[in-house]
């Protein structure tokens, strides 16, 4: 009898440990960014950094669905980020009785439709021909924003000026408040995109990425799941527009969504590690934080002789490198650095 | 009237097809990589741009046409050993996706690269080719657009000799036929590699000389590759043949509708429409006009 009980102890006390092992890192994470950023971090932090960081980060999620998991290059992530943006601020002017949360989740819808339009040539084109219909999404969609002055309340230039965050009766309107209400958005989508991998329509993604063929024979329903993730993915990408537009800049024009918005996506998720949640969030905080390091250490450096010209220049050809070094000797990215400290440290910190 | 109108249709339909002849040579850089080693090559475009902001500084230098041309030449060459070297060949047997994906991110190396090193002010290039119009019976041409485009002309057929009469070209095919049985009957693939890059460049260099003296030698030459890519498309990526018959319906088309359909949307619609164009047809074709058609083994 007591060996039994001392057994059922030690199996209690097993799962105990793994799952607090298991939970301590997120849970960290989450306090950290509840509780601790908020009373550290100024105003300039959160603005420039925190907030670019969250909307990219989610942007990142989204794409990584579609080309890291699923295996699907595109070229148009800027254009699904506008219709997202576009889409939630008409919600928001034209019908005012409509929840602001809602109005992301429709601005989110409308760039799901989109991503399913051009997504469609997906059912019958692989590779780089697909690569191109959504570089075609990119054009359209931006000349679209440019020319129709109706999507932006009849602004000559397509320019919109989003209007005060607002959810359940509150106004985000402090920096520190939109931070609260772009993590938590962030979170929740990154949280379901998480779960969504472990479900058997995101095992069907990773079968259709490692071989459409073969995924065929075995019974995945290869279209369905290309639209899918289509779907899915421009919708995350969507939402995270809004919250660009929404919390970020607020005052957006179509040309801040452009190709350069789309490849700095594809560099985050590359450089973070294709198909990975947590390397999206990896990978957009460096690319966030490396120009202003950059630009740092150079003025650190070289003092002021180089003018922002230059600087900029440097930070392309730097970005590049790093572009090619993580394709070469590091494919998985930020996320498998991360995997490989991660147990040295937990050791670390558990051995005491 | 009605006979004014037929003249200007044609004005503009040649005036089209002569510009779809130098589309067609920005896509030809990118179809000979793509045959050879399956790569995407993205940095094509900012090949065009070194190579013309290179040549423009050279000649500002007072150096005459052939020897900036040659040095040019040279450097282009450089680069793309460089490329094979330290990009490609790190990368042998990575997948396709990968792989575009390096070659933009060289893409912003060498675009950075050369207006780090050249600057970025807009450069006038002047080729010595008169730009007055002359005229075929009723309709009036650019003397500049058949100049360039026999110029493109000449090369994209020197390439095809190239490809199916020399021994060399006869390498180049079997590479892109099936690197492993070429790698097996004792053809060195990375000196071929490195061979179809500098290709690549030299074409990079005509097309760079031709649109830096349409457009100016600056930054939005390396954007050419987003009118290649529906080129691409339309003719199969693999195929010298379907760059040059995408070049002339791209061209064509994107002209005609800029001009008799792009006021009824307020223009601007050249950005996007060459890509419908292409799709449209995609979807009825979709490995272009000329693609293989790959059969798949698991």
Known sequence: ?352 | MMADQIQFFFEVLIGGLLSGVMYSLVALGFVLIYKTSGVLNFAQGSMVLFAALTFVQLREKGLPFAVAFLITLILMAVLGITVERTVMRPLLNRSPIVLFLATLGLSYIIEAGAQLIWGTQVHALDLGISDTPIQVGPVSISQFDISAALISGTLVAALVFFFQRTRTGLTFRAVADDPFAALAVGLRLSRIWALVWITAGLIALVAGLLWGARLGVQFSLSLIVLKAFPVLVLGGFDSILGTIVGGLIIGATEKLAEVFVGPLFGGGIETWFAYVVALVFLLIRPTGLFGQKVVERV
């Open chain 1, 1 to 352: 009898m007591t060996s039994l009980s001392t057994v059922r102890q030690q199996v209690l006390a097993g799962i105990d440990s793994h799952l607090v092992r298991r939970l301590a890192g997120p849970l960290l994470i989450l306090l950290a960014a509840y509780g601790i950023v908020p009373l550290v971090a100024d105003q300039y932090v959160i603005e420039s950094l925190l907030l670019p960081f969250l909307s990219l980060s989610l942007a990142a999620v989204g794409l990584n669905l579609l080309t890291g998991s699923a295996g699907q290059l595109s070229l148009g992530t800027a254009a699904f980020m506008a219709v997202g943006a576009y889409g939630a601020y008409n919600v928001v002017l034209r019908l005012p009785w409509v929840p602001m949360l809602l109005a992301f989740v429709l601005g989110g819808i409308a760039a799901a439709a989109i991503g399913i339009v051009f997504g469609l040539p997906s059912l019958r084109l692989r590779g780089f021909y697909l690569a191109v219909s959504t570089l075609a999404a990119q054009f359209f969609v931006q000349w679209v924003f440019t020319k129709f002055s109706w999507f932006s309340n009849d602004n000559t230039s397509g320019v919109i000026t989003a209007p005060q965050l607002r959810a359940f009766g509150l106004v985000f309107s402090e920096p520190t408040a939109r931070y609260l209400f772009c993590l938590t958005v962030v979170m929740l989508l990154g949280l379901a995109a998480e779960r969504l991998l472990a479900t058997t329509t995101g095992k069907h993604f990773i079968a259709i990425r490692d071989n459409e063929l073969a995924a065929r024979i075995i019974g995945v329903p290869v279209l369905k799941t290309k639209i899918t993730a289509f779907a899915l993915s421009s919708f995350i990408i969507g939402v995270a527009g809004a919250l660009w537009a929404f919390a970020y800049i607020r005052t957006v024009e179509p040309h801040g969504f452009n190709l350069d918005r789309s490849f700095q996506i594809l560099f985050i998720i590359i450089i973070g590690g294709l198909g990975s949640i947590r390397g999206s969030f990896l990978g957009a905080a460096f690319i966030v934080v490396l120009p202003l390091v950059l630009s740092r250490l150079g003025s650190a450096i070289f003092g002021g002789i180089f003018d922002s010209g230059v600087v900029e220049m440097c930070q392309r050809m730097i970005i590049g490198v790093l572009i090619i070094l993580f394709l070469i000797l590091e494919p998985d990215g930020l996320a498998a650095v991360g995997r490989r400290l991660g147990p040295t440290l937990r050791r670390l910190l558990w051995r005491q």
